[in-house]
């Protein structure tokens, strides 16, 4: 049975820093894509970052670029997220999301996490 599941989520400060972490288990992790997603109050997904098998490619959306940092390792099935400088447009649901496809510009997932929050507030 596939699973992934996110912690590290919590209240911070605007300006402070959070790691995410999420745990992979009943697949081969060192195979797929794994990428974070995440949904504000009100909004729909947003995606957030993309992490190749192997770790060494890793692509971010503009509204996170150089403020997070996305990273694996797949001796531990861990998917991690470094966030930094954190702004309270920031808040929201975090997932962690098995990467199947990628079609016409958009990844799609066959498997999700059930998220851990995030709140950024003074």
């Known amino acids: 049975e596939v699973q992934l599941v996110e912690s590290g989520g919590g209240m911070v400060q605007p300006g402070g820093s959070l790691r995410l972490s999420c745990a992979a288990s009943?697949?081969?992790?060192?195979?797929?894509?794994m990428n974070w997603v995440r949904r504000a109050p009100g909004k729909g997904p947003e995606w957030v970052s993309a992490?190749?098998?192997?770790?060494?490619?890793?692509y971010y959306a503009d509204s996170v670029k150089g403020r997070f940092t996305a990273s694996r390792d797949n001796a531990k099935n861990t998917l991690y997220l470094q966030m930094n400088s954190l702004k309270p447009e920031d808040t929201a649901l975090y997932y962690c999301?098995?990467?199947?496809?990628?079609?016409?510009?958009?990844?799609?997932?066959?498997?999700w996490g059930q998220g851990t929050q995030v709140t950024v507030s003074s």
């Open positions: 992490t190749h098998t192997g770790g060494d490619s890793t």
């Open positions: 999301a098995r990467v199947s496809a990628y079609r016409q510009r958009r990844y799609e997932y066959d498997y």
């Open positions: 009943g697949f081969t992790f060192s195979s797929y894509d």
